[in-house]
């Protein structure tokens, strides 16, 4: 990391000298704890290596069944749905005819004005747990 951070100085170096120094102290000490984080006790650095590896190849979709996921195309369907309460043609019975009915305008009341809520405040937990110990007297 410090060669690293050193080599790319002059990409990175515009917070003067005293920025720059707490700025590469930050760019090499964060990524060498945050590695020291990484548990590798007990573990073959070969196969760390290759999960690596594997979880960078793997597709941006995902694998299901150790095959790369892919979404089927887009394509129309057809059905038909039978729904209670209706009467189906037979080869009988011809298709029954609804009875024709005039449409009535309805009159809706007017509605009644939403009552103004008393000003509360607020309950917390602590308070639903006391209103269930001790209920209060009517």
Known sequence: MIILVLSTWGLWANYGL???????????????????MIR??????????????????APGGGKVGNDKFMFRKPHQTA?????????????????PVPAVQPIVPVQMPEPAPAPVPAARRSVTALDRLMAQSFPQKQ
């Open 40 to 57: 590798t006790k007990n573990r073959n650095p070969v196969t760390v290596f290759l999960g690596a590896i594997s979880a960078w190849a």
């Open 79 to 95: 059905g038909a749905t039978l729904m209670d309460g209706l009467s189906r043609p037979t080869p009988e019975q011809p298709d």
């Open 18 to 36: 005293f920025g720059n120094v707490i700025f590469a102290g930050m760019a090499v000490l964060i990524p060498v704890y945050l590695a020291g």
